[in-house]
Nanobody
Framework: QLQLVESGGGLVQPGGSLRLSCAAS????????IGWFRQAPGKEREGISC????????YYGDTVKGRFTISRDNALNTMYLQMNSLKPEDTAVYYC??????????????????????WGQGTQVTVSS
């Protein structure tokens, strides 16, 4: 059974840092296109970061570029999102997802994901003083 389990969310002050984790089971992350998404109240889901299955290249949305870092530990079969210099507008539920390697990271930043994508359960990140 394919499963992604997230952890690491919480409350942080503006300017602070958090690291989200997403542990996979039933498949290997290094053979998948993997990404992080977020959804704030009243807003559409936003793709924010991706690691390409083909060559391990990383990609970021403009709203998080330079502040967030996506990574993957193949030995632990876990992906991470290091979030620095957090802002109140980063407040959202954060989700990890994994897709077949046939899909490129451009899909992560598009308007919809294929129905075959596997999703984590989501973790709340709140940035507030």
């Amino acid at each position: 059974q394919l499963q992604l389990v997230e952890s690491g969310g919480g409350l942080v002050q503006p300017g602070g840092s958090l690291r989200l984790s997403c542990a996979a089971s039933g498949f290997t992350l290094d053979s998948s296109t993997i990404g992080w998404f977020r959804q704030a109240p009243g807003k559409e889901r936003e793709g924010i970061s991706c690691i390409s299955a083909s060559d391990g290249s990383t990609y970021y949305g403009d709203t998080v570029k330079g502040r967030f870092t996506i990574s993957r530990d193949n030995a632990l079969n876990t992906m991470y999102l290091q979030m620095n210099s957090l802002k109140p507008e980063d407040t959202a539920v954060y989700y990890c997802a994994a897709l077949s390697p046939v899909f490129r990271c451009t899909v992560v930043f598009g308007t919809s994901l294929p129905s075959s994508a596997s999703w984590g359960q989501g973790t709340q990140v709140t940035v507030s003083s």
